[in-house]
């Protein structure tokens, strides 16, 4: 995965509320099998003329700035792979759909949540085109006028994305036996929940 | 010590390790796998070199991406064809049951997780889809998860997660004639908003909840994603212990009993504490439609489109002005005059047995609208079966509906049922986003019954003068 420290670049304003992954990603680009190469469809339907990502400067943008509830609605990864192959490293929201939020951590980008007076200072430096400064390691964004604006981020988010780590990985160098000693303990209290293989296969042929 | 929900309870039996910070690693007992966010997850064990660490806790399905009309019809859209023989060769090569697209198992993930008995009171259950809040309703912790945290639970049966905050959604009152409980999750949504419930696991409760079947307790915890919140869940009683009774994979004889003891035990305390509580008097609710682009944009049958200057939230009456210039619709329209192009019976939200009886009790002796296309589609290959054997499929079929095989359909535009650009659809699928049933495509969400009579007036009705 790819660490994330610190990025600048100018933000670009989505200031709509609900965001939903529908429209990040639109359904039908559900059926391509490999992850690379997706930017090209995020906001599909809502791309071209007067969509602030096809406008110059935002069309590089590295943060988006937008709304309450983005990301809401379906547990689409997609929705994060297309914004990072798009070159969105941040997402700066009001507030955000739980599982997408929790897939960006998976995927190097950082989602940033903030209200009140701080959301209203970034959507107005994101408006004037002023380059932003996103800075994981001191939790914070940096305003061109010097003002800083901290945000909060789980520790094992914020060290997952200055690492890149690779979670399954880490599991499985830190739990295997505590995952097998789970099962242990399970296959006594709740014999029940282990599946024959005769049942399952008796199934799979049943439907057959 | 004060008492503990049900949620906390299921959910300390399943914690593997700690995380500083208050993290867990939790064990999954049952893992759904369909074929959208499975092929990355099986490209990760590939790349790694890993195995599937317990293939037994796993079943397959294509649901998303399949054709409903199979028997005589080629598999036409290449990619889709292509996704779906992905799957099978990824669970051939891992050894994980799998239900083919043909067969007398087939359907909606959500559909055939309960069906089968894989679905169980007191497990871990996860899918990479939302709305596997919809098992929830079985008493277990259920929720959808993206794709790198399927990978995870392939390779270590387990994924790291926060522990959510708590929700008792109080539903007392009984359900009026003519409204079910998709009315009910519909006002609840448009009441709380679709931010309503995130960070919170929702656990229902109440006196309307103990008489809800099976199926209307899966559409109640279906739609809980739409209230922000990943998890749903109802206290496992009597009615759910009939329902699993003599599944394929449930447990039996001497095992059974055992496990039934078990379940009696999972409920909330007395005295358990919820982050949040919140009652809501069903008794007087009418039957619901949305109007808009999301899930709370949604109102009484009786109500008008509601006009965004008159909202004093900027935010909200912006969207409600963005929602209204998709769907087409001007302020102040009364809502049963809204004429509809399409009607859309199925889904994991209301496409089971007791929600096909429901629309076909409306439109017996009836037929649809000529200006109208309407299709039924069994939530799965045994809903189909057992809806024939009581004849439901003639009923659809004499009033011009078309009858379907098991899948998704046009809950999602990713398969050959979809919308066309400007259509309107009275829809019982969940979701009413801008494209969700094709680009350029106007949902309207609603009950099986509400959709049953928008298919015979044609445009939005009122069920109850139907009944």
């Known amino acids: 995965?790819?660490?994330?420290?610190?990025?600048?670049?100018?933000?670009?304003?989505?200031?709509?509320?609900?965001?939903?992954?529908?429209?990040?990603?639109?359904?039908?680009?559900?059926?391509?099998?490999?992850?690379?190469?997706?930017?090209?469809?995020?906001?599909?339907?809502?791309?071209?003329?007067?969509?602030?990502?096809?406008?110059?400067?935002?069309?590089?943008?590295?943060?988006?700035?937008?709304?309450?509830?983005?990301?809401?609605?379906?547990?689409?990864?997609?929705?994060?792979?297309?914004?990072?192959?798009?070159g969105i490293r941040c997402v700066v929201a009001r507030s955000f759909g739980e599982i997408f939020y929790s897939n960006c951590f998976k995927n190097g980008v950082l989602p940033v949540r903030l209200t009140g007076a701080d959301m209203d200072a970034v959507e107005a430096a994101a408006e004037a085109q002023e380059p932003l400064t996103v800075d994981l390691e001191d939790r914070c964004i940096r305003l061109p006028d010097g003002r800083t604006i901290a945000f909060d981020i789980a520790d094992h988010h914020r060290r997952a994305l200055l690492a890149g780590l690779d979670e399954v990985g880490t599991i499985l160098a830190d739990h295997a036996e505590s995952i097998a000693r789970h099962e242990e303990r399970r296959r006594a209290s709740a014999p029940w929940l282990d599946l024959p293989q005769a049942k399952l296969d008796a199934l799979a042929e049943e439907s057959a | 010590m004060t008492g503990r929900t049900l949620y906390d309870k299921i959910w300390e039996q399943h914690v593997v390790a700690d995380f500083e910070g208050g993290d867990n690693l939790l064990y999954v007992d049952r893992h759904l796998v369909q074929e959208v966010s499975s092929p990355q997850a099986f490209a990760y064990l590939r790349q790694n070199n890993l195995p599937l660490r317990r293939p037994d806790l796993h079943i397959a399905v294509a649901d998303h991406a399949v054709p409903t009309r199979r028997k005589g019809h080629p598999f036409a859209d290449g990619l889709a064809k292509r996704q779906v023989e992905r799957l099978r060769e990824n669970v051939e090569t891992h050894g994980i049951a799998y239900m083919p697209m043909n067969g007398d198992r087939h359907g909606i993930v959500h559909v055939i997780g309960p069906e089968t008995g894989f679905t169980l009171p007191g497990c871990t259950l996860v899918c990479g889809d939302s709305h596997t809040s919809t098992h929830g309703a079985f008493g277990c912790i259920a929720f959808g998860i993206g794709a790198s945290e399927c990978a995870s639970v392939f390779a270590t049966q387990t994924i790291r997660q926060a522990r959510q905050k708590t929700m008792r959604v109080n539903l007392d009152g009984g359900l009026p004639v003519g409204v079910t409980v998709k009315d009910v999750i519909l006002a609840l949504i448009a009441e709380i908003g679709t931010g309503g419930g995130v960070g919170y696991a929702i656990e229902y409760a109440g006196s309307t909840i103990r008489d809800l079947s099976m199926e209307a307790r899966m559409t109640l915890c279906n739609m809980t994603i739409e209230a922000g919140s990943r998890v749903?869940?109802?206290?496992?009683?009597?009615?759910?212990?009939?329902?699993?009774?003599?599944?394929?994979?449930?447990?039996?004889?001497?095992?059974?009993?055992?496990?039934?003891?078990?379940?009696?035990?999972?409920?909330?305390?007395?005295?358990?504490?919820?982050?949040?509580?919140?009652t809501f008097d069903t008794s007087t609710l009418e039957p619901q439609v949305s109007w808009g682009t999301t899930p709370e944009q949604t109102g009484a049958i009786s109500g008008v489109v509601p006009d965004p200057d008159r909202i004093a939230d900027?935010?909200?009456?912006?969207?409600?002005?963005?929602?209204?210039?998709?769907?087409?619709?001007?302020?102040?329209?009364?809502?049963?005059?809204?004429?509809?192009?399409?009607?859309?019976?199925g889904s994991c939200t209301n496409g089971r047995l007791e929600d096909l009886r429901a629309a076909a009790a409306v439109l017996k002796g009836r037929q649809v609208a000529q200006s109208v296309r309407a299709i039924a589609v069994p939530g799965s290959a045994a809903v189909r079966i057992a809806a024939e054997a009581e004849g439901l499929h003639e009923v659809f079929l004499a009033a011009?509906?078309?009858?379907?095989?098991?899948?998704?359909?046009?809950?999602?535009?990713?398969?050959?049922?979809?919308?066309?650009?400007?259509?309107?659809?009275?829809?019982?699928?969940?979701?009413?986003?801008?494209?969700?049933?094709?680009?350029?495509?106007?949902?309207h969400l609603m009950s099986p019954q509400m959709a049953a009579a928008a298919a015979v007036t044609g445009r939005l009705s009122d069920v109850r003068e139907l009944l």
């Not at chain 2, 212990?241 to 599944?247: S, V």
């Open chain 2, 314 to 345: 900027r935010g909200r009456a912006s969207r409600v002005r963005k929602s209204l210039a998709y769907m087409g619709l001007t302020p102040g329209t009364r809502l049963n005059d809204i004429p509809v192009d399409r009607v859309f019976i």
């Open chain 2, 232 to 278: 749903g869940m109802v206290a496992p009683d009597e009615t759910t212990f009939t329902y699993l009774k003599g599944r394929p994979l449930s447990p039996e004889g001497e095992m059974w009993e055992r496990a039934v003891a078990a379940w009696s035990d999972l409920k909330s305390d007395e005295d358990a504490v919820f982050d949040r509580e919140i």
């Open chain 1, 1 to 86: 995965m790819e660490k994330f420290t610190r990025i600048t670049s100018i933000a670009a304003p989505l200031l709509e509320n609900a965001i939903d992954t529908d429209i990040i990603f639109p359904a039908r680009f559900l059926l391509l099998l490999d992850r690379e190469g997706l930017g090209k469809y995020a906001f599909n339907e809502w791309r071209g003329e007067g969509f602030v990502l096809d406008t110059p400067p935002y069309d590089t943008a590295q943060i988006l700035v937008t709304g309450e509830n983005f990301g809401t609605g379906s547990s689409r990864e997609q929705a994060v792979w297309t914004l990072a192959d798009k």
């Open chain 2, 400 to 443: 011009g509906f078309e009858w379907r095989d098991s899948g998704c359909s046009m809950c999602v535009a990713m398969n050959d049922d979809r919308l066309e650009e400007g259509e309107r659809c009275a829809s019982t699928s969940n979701r009413n986003f801008e494209g969700r049933q094709g680009k350029g495509g106007r949902t």
